[in-house]
């Protein structure tokens, strides 16, 4: 069942064993070396279901990749499809019949890309890691809330495209935007801070 179900190796499968029974004082007996469980497999006819598990897994966490990081897009359709008849189409009838599921699937959601270049984002990871990089690096208190340190966001996603220029000018951007103008933003955009009202509170109490 760990074999099959699991997709680990014969070791694996003893020390999980191993493990099991040391933490309920030798409840499983003895436990069978790995050559002993390897032979039982084969003779069983179960090395199949580890070697169809581990194709399909292969062909999904291949598709889900491409259209984490790159989208959904005629191109990775055509890719998805083609891992689907390499991996999929070549095995048993539970692999095909997946396949087929699969493959039916795909085009249909690429009804909603408008042209060949057409790119549909359908994973939330790009948001969640400029959220997480923004998170990172603002103050862990959370009193302050959002603050004009959320600027950063839009600058982070720049400079990371790979539209960007390498050789950017950090210092022409410095030049061309005042204080002023981020102070301005700040109070037409942003909530009153809390760190900062407390603070005026106090000083006037003082």
Known sequence: LLYSRVNCGFRSVVKILEIINDSFGGILGRIPGRNTIEDWVKKCGLDIYNYELSEVMKCINRIEKECR?????????????????????????RMRSLGEAISLFLPEEGKILEN??????????????????????????????????????????????????????????LENVRLRQIQEWTKENLTINLVVKRINTLNIAG
């Open 69 to 93: 990081q790159n989208g959904l897009s005629k191109e990775v359709i055509k890719q998805s499809l083609g891992d689907i008849q390499h991996r999929l189409f070549n095995g048993n009838s």
């Open 116 to 173: 060949e270049k057409s790119i549909h984002n359908n994973s939330s990871d790009i948001i969640e890691s400029t959220f997480g990089a923004y998170k990172l690096r603002k103050s862990p208190d959370k009193l302050y809330g959002v603050t004009p340190f959320i600027l950063f966001m839009p600058t982070y996603v720049q400079l990371t495209s790979k539209r960007c220029d390498k050789h950017c000018s950090v210092k022409k951007h």
